[in-house]
Nanobody, 121 residues
């Protein structure tokens, strides 16, 4: 099993930046692809970004492309989401996940508890 804990969320002004971290415990973290998803009130959980198990490939939702960067440090068992040029519509609970590389929630087996990101205008 893999346990995931997100951190780094908070309140930020529009145009600002945040860096989310997801710390993993358990065995074989580096064998999993990692993804970030987000969920706003009243909406379904949506894909944000994903990275392969070796970090060689990434892809992003169109809504965040060019603003967000996903990365991982397998030596630290940590995945990151650097968020720049934040917009109020980015406000959501952000979740990290481990599993098979993809953009669907069904591809991921393990989930963190979420961290709140609020962007004010």
């Amino acid at each position: 099993q893999v346990q995931l804990v997100e951190s780094g969320g908070g309140l930020v002004q529009a145009g600002g930046s945040l860096r989310l971290s997801c710390a993993a415990s358990g065995r074989a973290f580096s064998n999993y692809a990692m993804g970030w998803f987000r969920q706003a009130p009243g909406k379904e959980r949506e894909f944000v970004a994903a990275i392969t198990w070796r970090g060689s490939s990434t892809f992003y939702a169109n809504s965040v492309k060019g603003r967000f960067t996903i990365s991982r440090d397998n030596a630290k068992n940590t995945v990151y989401l650097q968020m720049n040029s934040l917009k109020p519509e980015d406000t959501a609970v952000y979740y990290c996940a481990a599993g098979l590389y993809g953009s669907s929630t069904s591809h991921y087996d393990y989930w963190g508890q979420g961290t709140q990101v609020t962007v004010s205008s």
